[in-house]
């Protein structure tokens, strides 16, 4: 395994809490930092992040934990812009399962990416999406 992207709250707790992830969540992080592979995370993300530090769902220090580590000069995390063909990648995600389209456009990026997601929503481990869990 190399590469791979991130659902929010899987990226939450590999910054804050990495006791919350599964053991093969917990590798799949592991050996993307320790080979230099990349851990993508999408700008969706990001904005879910914001909103709920906004809404006190999550606190400011998850913002700011995550601002370093993208300023760090090798920084392990690469977020991964929300662009054309993201959106086209989108429509393989059927909303029948997946409803929440944050969690369509993550889904997407992996597909798009064509990397495993490191999730614990079970209702995208239904979809057509390879996962890590």
């Known amino acids: ?3 791979v992207v991130v ?3 899987a990226l939450v707790w590999y910054l804050m809490e990495p006791d919350r992830l599964s053991q093969p969540a917990s ?6 930092a320790a080979t230099g592979a990349a851990i993508y995370v999408s700008a969706i993300s990001l904005v879910e992040i914001i909103y ?3 809404r006190w769902r999550l ?5 700011d934990r995550l601002m370093e580590e993208l300023a760090a000069p090798e ?19 059927s909303r029948a399962t ?9 889904a997407a990026t992996a597909l798009r ?6 999730t614990r929503d079970r209702k995208i481990q239904a979809a057509q999406v390879q996962c890590i869990w």
């Not at 606190?59 to 913002?63: E, R, Y």
């Not at 920084?75 to 995600?93: H, K, M």
């Not at 997946?98 to 993550?106: F, K, Q, S, W």
């Open 1 to 3: 395994m190399g590469a």
């Open 7 to 9: 659902d929010t709250h």
């Open 27 to 32: 590798d799949a992080f592991d050996q993307a």
């Open 52 to 54: 709920l530090v906004d």
């Open 59 to 63: 606190p400011q220090s998850v913002w």
């Open 75 to 93: 920084a392990e995390i690469s977020v991964v812009a929300v662009d054309q063909n993201v959106a086209v990648s989108v429509q393989a995600i």
């Open 98 to 106: 997946v409803n929440d389209m944050p969690d369509r456009i993550i």
């Open 113 to 118: 990416l064509n990397l495993p997601l490191v």
